[in-house]
Structures are given as C-alpha cells and as structure tokens.
Antibody, heavy 118, light 107 residues
C-alpha cells in the first residue's frame, strides 16, 4: 500500500523558514517523480513544486519560485520542501503527492498545516 | 499560464441522479487533464487521468470525456459517498493548474 506521511508543519512568523518532510513507503520511491501541492483554508488546490525521480530536474509554481526548494533523499525514501521568506499567503495545508511522468497525482499524503503569522 | 475554469461552483443533486461537472481550459491541453475527488477533511484522490482513463479502484459510475479545451466529469447513479468537492487539473504545460472546484451536495 502506498503511504505518504508529511511532517514539519506548524506556526511560523513571516520572513522565517520551515522545512517539510514526506516519508514514503509501499513503492519504490526512486522510480517516481514527486510533488508538493497546497490548499489554503477553504480554497482550491495549487501545485507548488515537482522533482524528477533522480532529483536532477525541478519545477516550481510562480508564487514560490526563488523562495522554496524541493529536494529528495532516495536512500531514505523522503521528499523535502524547504520554505524560506515565508509570507502570510503561504498559509495552507501542504500535501506530498506522487506523480506520473505525465503530471497527474496518483497518490497523496494526508497533508500538513503551515500557518504563517506574527 | 493555462487557466482552468470549472462549473458549476456548487451543485445539489438527488441519490441515483446523473451529475456532470465541466472544466474549460484557456487553451488546448491535448487531453492532459485529471479529475480529483476531495471529501471533507481528507486529501484529494485521483479519479480520472488523460481526460477519460479511470484510476485503479475508482467505481465505474465515474467517467471523463472531452478534448481540446472542453472536458467533463460524469457521475452516474449518484451515491451518498460521492458527496465531496471535485477538481480538474491540467498537466499539459507548466505551471500545472487546477480548476476552482465544484462542491457536490445531496438534495
């Protein structure tokens, strides 16, 4: 069974940093592209970033480009999202998701809440 | 960026009814479209990919169709467990974008 478990969320002040983790199990992590998708409270979904199975290719949404960094450790089957210069508009539930080579997300984690507030 | 316009924003239907949700892209996305279901308090789940392919384990009452810029999700014989929000997503081009969602409730 595919499992994705996020951690590292919480309350952080504007301008500060936070790092999210996603522990994967139930599949060969190093064979799959991975992504982060977020959802602001009572809002829709927003793709944040993606990384290729080997880690060499990354893509970012316009709203986080230059501030967030996606990375992975295939030996630990873990995905990361380093979030710097956080803003109030980054407040959201962040989901880790496995995605196909094409770009749809076939499995999602349960999500982790990030609140940016002073 | 490709804009995804989803309609209606909310929908009320009766058990057993057939429901259709529409998604329009701002340009041709060549069937690079997925549909997700999100139940209250839960994470999204993939229903349909490549516009009309059913994801593993998804009931056959769900189906997707469309081409070019116009796509739709149909739910036949609505069940109580289908109460959820539904989102479309294009993955034809970066940045990948989602529709605003459709909240489906029981009448």
């Amino acid at each position: 069974e595919v499992q994705l478990v996020e951690s590292g969320g919480g309350l952080v002040q504007p301008g500060r940093s936070l790092k999210l983790s996603c522990a994967a199990s139930g599949f060969t992590f190093s064979d799959y592209n991975m992504a982060w998708v977020r959802q602001a409270p009572t809002k829709g979904l927003e793709w944040v970033a993606s990384i290729s199975y080997g880690g060499s290719n990354t893509h970012y949404g316009d709203s986080v480009k230059g501030r967030f960094t996606i990375s992975r450790d295939n030996a630990k089957s873990t995905l990361y999202l380093q979030m710097d210069s956080l803003r109030s508009e980054d407040t959201a539930t962040y989901y880790c998701a496995r995605h196909s080579g094409l770009g749809y997300f076939d499995y999602w984690g349960q999500g982790v809440m990030v609140t940016v507030s002073s | 960026d490709i804009q995804m316009t989803q309609s209606p924003a909310s929908l009320s239907a009766s058990l057993g009814e057939t429901v259709t949700i529409e998604c329009r892209a701002s340009e041709d996305i060549y069937n690079g479209l997925a549909w997700y279901q999100q139940k209250p308090g839960k994470s999204p789940q993939l229903l349909i990919y490549n516009a009309n392919s059913l994801h593993t384990g998804v009931p056959s009452r769900f189906s997707g169709s469309g081409s070019g810029t116009q796509y739709s999700l149909k739910i036949n014989s609505l069940q109580s467990e289908d109460v959820a929000s539904y989102f479309c997503q294009q993955y034809y081009d970066y940045p990948w974008t989602f529709g605003g969602g459709t909240k489906l409730e029981l009448k």
